[in-house]
């Protein structure tokens, strides 16, 4: 890589994702950098950079995912240790970013937890964030420092259309997502439906009805974030009410948590296709039907234009 102003570039990992790590820097031909992320017996965290960094061009990859509360403590104790070590430039690699859902006051007295994460962040010492599929683009606001917001869609549509799927429908699993689907769609060549959820008129149960013709067809409900499930469950078997002949799901984060295998298994999804912002390999064994997409190209190819200082709008796609 080129020389730039900001010294060697230098990739660091948490203990969120060391995997996706190392898949970056495969990538960009240079080694992980050495630190010592431990915790002392009252869970506090113990870091220490084992390398000179001084005027150096630190990336820290630490999606905070969960448990989101550690992780994210993590990235800040780490961010610290690198300012006070004389670090050139700090980018915190968020490639799934914790309390996204939480951006906006929807019922009295609550907190904008999306905008707090921004702000500690920044106080930390943070000098750049780079992050993907943020659950809406205007997060980038919360910041007072530059933020690259990467899009997964490359990996998922260039996935998807060599799957050769016949007659394919992508549909939005609610209104709030037609946008996404609609932008799949198109550069599938596919179909786009809509499932509209509704509560019934006793308030006791959701009731689903499919927008788009999805008889006979191949549909892909398309999210963000699958976190319980619930919706996709619910969103699939609706489908095939509906006389959808294959139903299957993609999202970029999949947090997967709680009953949400159980769903997933005991719904009529054939696939569900996620990416590797969140390690999901342990949930993989134990639910045959999630296919797992690597970021860690898109990720690297990110940090090399963040640190030649080129271009990275041709990532955001």
Same mark, same amino acid.
């Given at each position: 890589m080129r ?9 660091f990992?948490?203990?969120a994702? =060391?995997? #996706?790590a ?9 080694s992980? @950098? +050495?630190?010592?992320l431990?915790?002392? %017996?009252?869970?506090?965290?113990? /870091?220490? *950079? ?11 990859? +630490? %999606? ?6 550690e992780? #994210?403590?993590e990235?800040?104790? &780490? ?7 004389? $670090?050139?430039?700090?980018t915190?690699?968020l490639?799934?970013?914790g309390?996204?859902?939480?951006? !906006?006051?929807?019922? =009295?007295?609550? =907190? ?6 921004a ?8 000098n750049?964030?780079?992050? &993907?599929?943020l659950?809406? $683009?205007?997060? +980038?606001?919360? /910041?007072?420092? %530059? ?5 997964a869609?490359p990996?998922? *549509?260039?996935? &998807?259309s060599?799957?050769? /799927? %016949?007659?394919?429908?992508i549909?939005? =699993? ?5 946008? !996404?689907?609609r ?11 809509v ?15 499919? *927008?788009?013709e999805?008889?006979? !067809? ?14 996709? +469950? ?22 997967l948590? @709680?009953p949400a ?7 009529p999804?054939e ?11 342990d949930k993989?064994?134990?639910? @045959?039907? *999630? ?8 990720? @690297?190819?990110?940090? !090399? ?5 080129t ?7």
């Amino acid at each position: 890589m080129r020389p730039t102003g900001y010294g060697d570039l230098k990739v660091f990992s948490g203990s969120a994702h =060391p995997q #996706l790590a190392k898949d970056i820097c495969e990538f960009l031909g240079v080694s992980l @950098g +050495q630190a010592r992320l431990r915790r002392f %017996p009252d869970t506090e965290v113990s /870091f220490q *950079i084992d390398e000179n960094i001084r005027g150096t061009d630190v990336f820290i990859v +630490q %999606p905070t995912c969960a448990p989101v509360d550690e992780h #994210l403590v993590e990235l800040l104790i &780490m961010v610290d240790a690198f300012r006070r070590s004389s $670090a050139s430039r700090i980018t915190a690699v968020l490639p799934y970013y914790g309390y996204a859902r939480q951006d !906006r006051k929807d019922k =009295p007295r609550v =907190p904008i937890s999306a905008k707090l994460v921004a702000n500690v962040l920044s106080a930390a010492g943070t000098n750049r964030v780079l992050t &993907m599929d943020l659950h809406k $683009a205007q997060i +980038q606001a919360f /910041f007072d420092i %530059p933020v690259d917001h990467l899009f997964a869609a490359p990996v998922i *549509i260039d996935y &998807m259309s060599r799957q050769d /799927f %016949p007659r394919l429908t992508i549909v939005a =699993p609610d209104a709030g997502g037609a946008e !996404r689907a609609r932008a799949y769609a198109k550069r599938l060549g596919a179909e786009l439906a809509v499932i509209d959820k509704r509560r019934s008129d006793d308030g006791t149960a959701e009731v689903m009805n499919v *927008i788009g013709e999805v008889g006979g !067809r191949t549909c892909v409900i398309a999210d963000d974030i699958i976190d319980t499930a619930g919706t996709i +469950q619910k969103g699939a078997q609706a489908l095939i009410n509906s006389g959808a002949e294959r139903v299957l799901a993609c999202a970029v984060h999949g947090v997967l948590s @709680g009953p949400a295998l159980e769903r997933i298994e005991n719904s009529p999804l054939e696939r569900l296709i996620v990416t590797n912002t969140i390690p999901v390999a342990d949930k993989r064994l134990r639910c @045959g039907k *999630i296919v797992e997409l690597s970021v860690a190209r898109l990720l @690297g190819q990110a940090i !090399r234009s963040i640190h030649e200082e080129t271009s990275v709008s041709s990532l955001f796609v």
